[in-house]
């Protein structure tokens, strides 16, 4: 087993984390304080990213990109979460949804939509599935109801879609240049049956962005409303099949997961550097309060949680990247884990803050305020174990997943004793 990172790896970490430190760290604690979360938005970021080729690092190395899989991914991720949480998953959008064009869709709609997405620095995408009554149920789903998922609609008119409805909490939704939507394409069908995905380019007639939430955390992260009214695109705009989105929809969200986790694992490690030098500048009882056992106990306990994070977030990437038949609970595993002890790492170093955690223009606050939010999206984290619940039962025994080396149809004897 090798944990080694290869050099390009580490190339990217550098300088992602270089960009994270210098750059994005000092900006995202301003833009966080920024009354409407609009002004929150980094635009010079964006593009300060896109200079350093990490907008694009999904990009496969035909369309010139350096074709990153998911375990490079993550190692960047947490560098660049590390700087901000909410910029990470703006930029985690750009990844999900270049690949998206990249891997999912025709010649013909690679030929339009990406020339452009890899030449602007400031381009940026959103994908649009959650409606007001659509949340959880667009992960599970909930087989044979016509009632779960998306409601949002498109029909067919000549050679154009009409697209109408309104989705809700997408990010990127005001700045994109692309939007991914799944609607319904057939409403007497379960959205696993009758859902498709189209291509929305910003400033198509009939789409607008409604309102900028004003989120708790990851302030940086614009998330809006999406208005499709009588919106029409092409018929060349549908992505994959007719009626097949939901399927699309769950192979291009692999890794998703684990790029969330990667997000949350990097805001531990900010509180745990933070809480780490305050322990060693702050003087209690004659000595620096790392002396005290409890402090330095304290902080191994939150390092101890990081390095298990990131042990299950390294494996679950490495199985979405070789073995992606195993990976979805493994990738729930990795976000539940990592999203849970992000909120128990951040309380831990804020109490090593003392008064001082709580103040507004101290860091700390800022970072339990992005883990609290993390735990929310793509799907609830309850949502996430009923997945992975489903797929212990749906797998008989032994389950694929408890032995490393995989499945080989041995049992441990037991016969219940009679009683
Ligand atoms: C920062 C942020 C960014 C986002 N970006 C996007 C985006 O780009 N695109 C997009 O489409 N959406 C986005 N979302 C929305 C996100 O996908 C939804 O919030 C998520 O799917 C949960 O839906 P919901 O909020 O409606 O919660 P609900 O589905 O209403 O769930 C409420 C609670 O009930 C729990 N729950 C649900 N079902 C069950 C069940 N069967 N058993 C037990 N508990 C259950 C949930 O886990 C949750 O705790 C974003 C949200 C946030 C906060």
């Not at 992975?388 to 032994?398: C, L, N, V, Y």
Request: proline share 6%; glycine share 10%.
């Amino acid at each position: 087993m090798d944990f080694a990172l290869t050099s390009e790896q580490q190339r990217l970490q550098r300088i992602a984390r270089q960009f994270a430190y210098t750059e994005l760290w000092p900006a995202a604690q301003r833009l966080d304080k920024a009354a409407a979360p609009r002004d929150a938005f980094p635009a010079s970021l964006v593009r300060r990213a896109s200079e350093l080729g990490l907008r694009t690092i999904t990009i496969p190395g035909e369309y010139g990109g350096p074709g990153a899989g998911l375990l490079t991914e993550v190692v960047v991720m947490e560098e660049i979460a590390t700087g901000d949480c909410g910029f990470a998953m703006t930029l985690a959008h750009a990844w999900r949804e270049g690949s998206l064009l990249a891997r999912w869709t025709t010649p013909e709609q690679r030929e339009r939509f990406l020339p452009e997405f890899l030449a602007d620095p400031g381009y940026l995408t959103a994908l649009a599935s959650t409606e007001t009554h659509a949340g959880s149920d667009h992960g599970l789903p909930y087989a044979g109801d016509l009632t779960a998922g998306p409601q949002t609609t498109a029909v067919a008119d000549g050679d154009c879609w009409v697209i109408n409805g309104r989705k809700r909490f997408i990010t990127n939704g005001n700045v994109a240049r692309l939007v991914v939507v799944w609607a319904r394409t057939e409403t007497g069908r379960p959205w696993t049956e009758g859902t498709s995905g189209f291509l929305v380019p910003a400033g198509t007639p009939g789409l607008q962005p409604g309102r900028t939430e004003d989120k708790l955390g990851l302030r940086l992260n614009q998330n809006t409303e999406l208005v499709f009214t009588d919106c029409r695109v092409p018929g060349a705009n549908l992505i994959g099949e007719l009626n097949r989105g939901y399927q699309l929809s769950e192979a291009s969200m692999a890794g998703s997961k684990a790029r969330e986790a990667a997000r949350a694992l990097g805001v531990a490690r900010s509180a745990y550097e933070l809480a780490l030098a305050w322990a060693r500048q702050r003087v209690q009882g004659g000595q620096a309060i790392i002396g005290h056992d409890l402090i330095a106990t304290r902080l191994a306990g939150v390092l101890q949680e990081i390095e298990l994070a990131r042990t299950l977030i390294w494996r679950a990437a490495w199985a979405v990247d070789h073995d992606p038949e195993r990976s979805r609970p493994l990738e729930d595993f990795a976000m539940l884990y990592a999203s849970e002890m992000g909120v128990r790492a951040v309380t831990q170093c804020l109490r090593i803050f003392g008064a001082r955690g709580s103040l507004r223009d101290w860091p700390m606050e800022k970072l339990v305020r992005d883990a609290a939010t993390i735990m929310l999206p793509p799907i609830g984290n309850e949502a996430a174990w009923i997945r992975a619940a489903r797929f212990i039962r749906q797998h008989g025994e032994p389950d694929p997943l408890v032995r490393s080396d995989g499945p080989d149809g041995l049992t441990l004897p037991f016969t219940p004793p009679a009683d």
